[in-house]
C-alpha cells in the first residue's frame, strides 16, 4: 500500500466515525424527543387515570347513598302501605256498619209510615177496624195508638 492510501484510509475512516457519530446523534436527539413526548403522554394518562379513579370513587359513593335512600324509601313505602291497608280496613268496616245501620233505618221508616199514617187517620176520627185496614197494623198496636193519640189529645 501506497503511503497516500493510509492517509486516504484513515480520512475516510474519521470521516465515517464523524458521520456515524453525527447520525447517531441525530437518531438519539430524535430518540430524546420521542421519549419526551412518551413522558408527557404518560404524565397526561396518570392523570387522566388519577381522574377516572376520582370519578369512580364519587360514583360509587353516590351509588352507595342511592343504595340506602332506595332500602329507605322501601322501608317508609312498606310502612305506609301497611297503614293504607288498615285505614281500608277500617273504612271497608265502617261502611258496612253504615250499610246495616242504613238497611235498618229504612226498614223502621216503612214501619214508621204505617204509624204515622194511622195516627192521621185517628185525628180524622176514623175508627180501629178503618185503621186496621189502612195501615195493616195488629189490632193491640191500633188499640194502643188510638188511647196514645187520645191521651195526647186531651193534654192539648
Avoid at 3 to 21: E, Q, R
Avoid at 45 to 62: G, H, I, P, T
Wanted: hydrophobic residues 45%; charged residues 20%.
Amino acid at each position: 500500500m501506497s503511503l497516500l492510501a493510509v492517509p486516504i484510509i484513515a480520512v475516510l475512516a474519521l470521516f465515517l466515525v464523524v458521520l456515524s457519530s453525527t447520525v447517531f446523534f441525530i437518531y438519539l436527539t430524535k430518540l430524546k424527543g420521542k421519549l419526551s413526548m412518551l413522558e408527557i403522554k404518560m404524565q397526561s394518562a396518570v392523570l387522566f387515570v388519577d381522574e377516572l379513579q376520582s370519578l369512580n370513587n364519587k360514583l360509587q359513593q353516590e351509588f352507595e347513598l342511592m343504595a340506602s335512600n332506595s332500602e329507605q324509601f322501601s322501608i317508609e313505602n312498606s310502612q305506609v302501605s301497611k297503614q293504607l291497608e288498615h285505614s281500608i280496613k277500617k273504612l271497608q268496616q265502617q261502611a258496612i256498619e253504615q250499610q246495616q245501620l242504613l238497611s235498618q233505618w229504612q226498614e223502621s221508616q216503612g214501619q214508621n209510615k204505617f204509624y204515622n199514617r194511622a195516627f192521621k187517620l185517628a185525628a180524622k176520627g176514623a175508627n180501629i177496624e178503618e185503621i186496621i185496614s189502612e195501615c195493616e197494623l195488629p189490632r193491640a198496636e191500633v188499640e194502643m195508638l188510638l188511647s196514645v193519640y187520645q191521651q195526647r189529645a186531651r193534654s192539648q
